[in-house]
């Protein structure tokens, strides 16, 4: 076990769990193994890795585009490598929200689409999704006026902020953040990272978050070092 | 959503999306157009004459009879008595009969010797008889009533005196130059050969020839206008005869009767029938032109999937972002083909009112210079399964850049990075 804080058990039904993990493209090459993770909701978890060591297979992973080779993974109770490839994109339509590190919006749409994109595939019902859309924007400093521009006219600041808002909005257990702040400065990084741990606790969301910047580690509870945990780590 | 996904990202890539749509417009205009001028150019063709049930001749085959009673193209090769024509109309099932008497031509129009049951009983298109645009039917020898488009190109009037040339050419040598006629009468526009016909009698046919043996003036005998007059102007023959019949059930009888007349060698067609076997050798052509015009609505459709093929790239991350906030590959692969709907169903629509607006402009001069009519709605049940059919291809084209979107929505998952 490489998580840092101890585990405590609670009858309740985890966030996210996960025993003896393990994914691999070919068996002879580069596989990654995860003995164990259990994490309760509103549980944040900052996940450390240097490029190449398996972060990317972790989220892909975790957020049910990929199926592990054995092991099981649930999510909120659901076994994930137990379901079939439309039922996983269902699940991560509904439980899972997804922050990239750039480029989170479709340019061509809307603040406001871009952020109903999300309730749409959960199927959501529109016109209440609409209303919550526009508040959850307007928590995170996107006021009505900038909501109907396009996406592309936003700086990269709120253009995060919209993808948070987006990942939010269908009410995910999870929220899965790949380096959101790589293209920021510090201040902007800073000011991210308060916004967006605040509306995950608000809404109860549990939050891993992946980056390799140590410097961010203060803002969370546990960590999970990749680089300890990939086995017979080929470099790639 | 899935809408306004396909629309906005149609917008967003509007100059590819433009030309794409350019050259299907083009190309589906293209197809319809060549199908409907073919529908209506046979309709048009076949329409030449109407209501003739018959059309006598000397023996010949019935295509080169067809083309020079009906079309002025080429020559008889024999007359038929005017014994034969007289036994003919007197024959109890026949209604009524057209003389028709070829030969002679005003500056490359052809000239056409007939009697006034031409004017009562010829018939064009759906049944309809030609009517008179100015002035009035020829009563004296030497008048004519002009075809329209002779009147209007070479810009006569009522009134004006022409002078007849012996042949067909456009340039002539022999010019029946004593004998000239006046213009009394200008026939309304019909789209059919008509309107490049200048009518006269027989008897002025036969007056302007008295003095003529064996296509040349003969020499020392001159017959003045006032004198032809005074002669006997009875036909010796005619080129050709349109005969209407009193029942329609007659019509083999009688053309069986004809083709078996002892006295002189006949051949009566039907014109219905003969029409029919001329198109026959011209849809050849016309098959020609659709394939053709097929192929390049092919070569437009793998125009667009080429250019919705190499917008995947650049549309990988927005695949990526649709995925990760959880559409299924099915949902990428329903969005291409209604990208393609889109403007497929689009160009259609742009390519029906092109048709429609050159229809409009092109209407006129076609039937003026090359006697087609050809009708303005474009919209009947062939359009509607060539439309059916466009679409179809389509959507089966676009299953290619279609399945690359899903595959490819498969293999990367969320790891699309610049």
Redesign the interface.
Known sequence: MTVEQPVTDKPKIPAIELKQLRFFYQPDSWQLYLPGLRLDAGEHLFVRGASGSGK?TL??LL?G??RPVSGELYINGQPLHQLS??KR??L???HIG?V??????????SVL?NT???A???GKHQAESRARARELLSRLGLPATLQQSRASALSVGQQQRVAIA?ALLPKPTLLIA?EPTSALDTDNRDAFMRVMLAEADANGCTVIFVSHDQSLLQYFHRQLDMQKLAQGVQPC | MLMKLARLSLWNRRGTVLMTWLSLTISIALLLGIDHLRTEAKNSFTSTVSGTDLIVGARSGQLNLLLYSVFRIGNATANISWDSYQRLTKHPQVSWSIPVSLGDSHRGYRVMGTSTAYFEHYRYANAQPLTLAQGQQFNGVFETVLGAEVAAKLGYQLGEQIVLSHGVGAVSFSQHKDKPFTVVGILAPTGTPVDQTVHVSLEAIEAIHLDWQQGAPMPGRQLSAGQALAQDLTPKSITAAMVGLKSRMATFTVQRQINEFKAEPLTAILPGVALAELWQMLSMVENLLLLISLLVLLAALVGMVTTLLASMKERQREMAILRATGAHPWYLFVLIQLEVLLITLLSMLTAALLLSGSLLLLQDSLAANYGLFIGLNIIKLTTLYWAAGILLLAMLLAVIPAVSAYRKALADGLTVRL
Do not use: E, G, K
């Not at chain 1, 990239?100 to 749409?109: S, T």
């Open positions: 990317t989220l892909n957020s585009i990929a490839s439309s994109d269902t991560r339509a509904q997804v990239f590190q750039q480029l989170n919006l479709i340019p061509y749409l689409d109903l994109l999300s749409h595939f959960a987006r790949d």
